[in-house]
């Protein structure tokens, strides 16, 4: 897809500094740029790149004043970096504007669907599946019997999505997540042997829910695994049987949830953390990373270590902690004066 500076400006409503019919076809840092990408300027700290940029466009801020000749045209804008993301998003939309039914797929006689719908090849929809307007199914993508999907969903290549899942409006799943698998139920009998306990109930996803490659989250025993609308998962993330995530909470890579924990809303929760399970995590709690959280966790707290302290105290304990060598020479050389 080739785009000129002027029509770059006319989506960002900036002004063209330079030829606008110059054409970009692909995206670029500014230290990487090349003829035929666009690129942008936001961080004062790379100014000077500004002036070596082989990139056929650059979108600056309209504060931006060059003080040697360039070699880019410019699109200023109010604020370079909000207009990059915007331009980022709007690819985007147009790249996956997919529409129409590839061949071969299998789909059942009770799965609908509705307007300007994408399903690539391969993909299965199983009985009693609901699509709405919109929605992009990639090729390889399972869906299960009695699943429902809301409108502008996008499923990508290889996503799996069991029965009775239901999905929300403005949701992404990414390659290779799976949703609705198996809880890790499982009770010992008489004889100490573990024998499975069925897992009957769903998983909800409410809108504007993104899910990561490779991010499982498995239904629940009974009633439902549930993220509340706005939650963003990271890749390889497990969730539990019958966790609940509330609203606009954002979790990175690698994070494992046990069963039956309830988290909050807007928590953010970094990257290979552990969470115990049947525990609450209240709202607005930052987690950082690899952190191993073993207990109820209120409102607005910020813990770090496993297992996890309060931020603070973390931080003063690793202080005493890193020292541990020096102190206890110290204490060996009074021991020895006594």
């Known amino acids: 897809m080739k785009f000129t500076a002027g029509q770059i400006a006319g989506i960002l409503e900036g002004e063209v500094h330079g030829n606008p019919e110059i054409a970009v076809h692909k995206l670029a840092k500014i230290e990487e740029g090349e003829e035929g990408s666009l690129t942008f300027l936001a961080n004062p700290k790379y ?15 309209k504060s931006f004043v060059p003080e040697q000749d360039l070699f880019t045209t410019l699109i200023k804008v109010e604020d370079a970096y909000k207009s990059f993301s ?3 998003e709007y690819y985007n939309q147009v790249k996956n504007n997919k529409i129409g039914i590839e061949e071969p797929i299998f789909k059942s006689d009770t799965a609908t669907y509705g307007a300007d719908v994408y399903i690539g090849a391969f993909a299965y929809l199983g009985n009693n599946v609901t699509l709405g307007d919109n929605v992009k199914v990639y090729p390889n993508v399972y869906i299960g019997d009695n699943v429902k999907i809301g409108n502008n969903v996008i499923l990508f290549a290889g996503a799996k999505v069991y029965s009775e899942t239901i999905i929300g409006n403005n949701c992404v799943v990414n390659s290779g997540a799976v949703l609705g698998a198996d809880g890790f139920g499982f009770a010992p009998n008489e004889d100490g042997e573990f024998v499975k306990v069925p897992q009957t109930g769903n998983v909800i996803l409410e809108d504007n829910v993104d899910i990561g490659a490779g991010t499982t989250i498995d239904r629940a025993t009974l009633g439902s695994t549930i993220l509340r609308k706005g939650v963003k998962l990271d890749n390889q993330i497990q969730i539990a049987h019958n966790v609940e995530i509330g609203e606009h909470t954002v979790i990175a890579a690698q994070t494992g949830i046990a069963g039956s924990t309830k988290i909050g809303k807007h928590c953010m929760i970094g990257g290979q953390v552990g969470i115990v399970g049947h525990i609450v995590i209240g709202d607005n709690v930052k987690i950082q990373a690899q952190s191993g959280i073993g207990r109820n966790v209120k409102d607005n707290e910020v813990l770090q270590g496993s297992p996890a302290l309060n931020y603070g105290d973390y931080n003063k304990s690793y202080v005493h902690f890193k020292n541990l060598p020096r102190i206890i020479s110290r204490i060996d050389t009074l021991e020895k004066k006594d």
């Open 47 to 61: 100014t000077s790149f500004i002036y070596k940029t082989k990139a056929s466009v650059t979108i600056v801020n």
């Open 86 to 88: 915007k331009l980022l």
